[in-house]
């Protein structure tokens, strides 16, 4: 099982994002890899271990208070670097997602028909191109990830960020583990609690069908039965 780690705060969250991947690699994995939302979305990607990666994040001076990272284990498509996650969409939107969309085919017809086009073999990056899909016609990150669950079918655990809200890491869950993490000025979103251990003990448990919206002052949380919190 591969490892989602998401964090938004006031400081720099690159070495909390590739700490927390250090802390899941007993999960296995073949590729690790971050974006960072810093004026752009601004992502490195690296075949083999997660040091190699991070090795990279520092030659490429990767700084940054809102991120996604990710440990992959290849299921659609080989173990190369344009697989790894974060997938990427029109330079908007990054995601990553742990488990299997069974309708990822039918979902990529669909996105290609409308213009889309697509740099992976992965079912993950159909994810990427439904979120931009829904983010420019109503852009809410929230909503757009909403929508994008709706449309999926499978097993998923979602984290999402947006070049247009600096401010939110959006995630879903449905049949893989995903926490979010209350800090002091500073959230945290992944899919397992040991991944951010270090930063915060405070942390709640999504259950299948939740969709959350993760930002420095707070957590919005829309349940499986449309109730918010």
Known sequence: MCGIVGAIARRNIVP???????????????????AIVDGSI??????????????????????????????RWATHGGVTEPNAHPHVSSG???????????????????LKSLGYAFESQTDTEVIAHLVHHYFKAGGDL??????????LRGAYAIGVVALADPDTIAGARMGCPLVVGLGEGENFLASDVSAIIAETRRVIYLEDGDVVAVRRGGVLLELA?????
């Open 42 to 71: 601004r992502r490195v990607r690296r075949v083999g271990r997660v040091a190699e990666m991070e090795a990279a994040v520092r030659e490429e001076n990767l700084t940054g208070i809102l991120g996604i990272a990710h440990t």
């Open 92 to 110: 908007e939107i990054a995601v990553v997602h742990n488990g299997i969309i069974e309708n990822h085919e039918e979902q990529r017809a669909r």
């Open 142 to 151: 929230f909503v757009a990830t909403q929508k994008t669950a709706a449309d």
């Open 225 to 229: 039965d449309g109730v918010r919190d």
């Open 16 to 34: 909390i994002l590739t700490e927390g991947l250090k802390r899941l690699e007993y999960r296995g994995y073949d590729s690790a890899g971050i």
